[in-house]
């Protein structure tokens, strides 16, 4: 059974950090791209981050220079690092796990950027 689960949201204030993870189980971690997206109130989901099976990463503009993925294929997990946060970024975030034809995704973790 393949799950996906993040972790790591919260209330953060303007200008602060969250280290958003994400754990895969039940496929083979290292041959999957892992994706970033979010959902703020109202709108429709994008892509915030990319990383690849090879460790190639892209982001969104509106990520660019202030967060970054990464991957630790020992521990099957997924990291979004979010610095300088604004209140625009206050969003569900989900992972999802890609691969040829297959997509696996997690619930979401709400990530709230406020004063």
């Known amino acids: 059974q393949v799950q996906v689960v993040e972790s790591g949201g919260g209330l953060v204030q303007p200008g602060g950090s969250l280290r958003l993870s994400c754990a895969a189980s039940?496929?083979?971690?290292?041959?999957?791209?892992m994706n970033w997206y979010r959902q703020a109130p109202g709108k429709g989901r994008e892509l915030v981050a990319i990383?690849?099976?090879?460790?190639?990463?892209n982001y969104a503009d509106s990520a660019k220079g202030r967060f970054t993925i990464s991957r630790d294929n020992a521990k099957d997990t997924v990291y979004l690092q979010m610095n300088n946060l604004k209140p625009e970024d206050t969003a569900v975030y989900y992972c999802a796990a890609r691969s040829t034809g297959v997509d696996y995704w997690g619930k979401g973790t709400l990530v709230t950027v406020s004063s």
């Open positions: 990383i690849t099976s090879d460790g190639t990463t």
């Open positions: 039940g496929i083979a971690f290292r041959v999957y791209a």
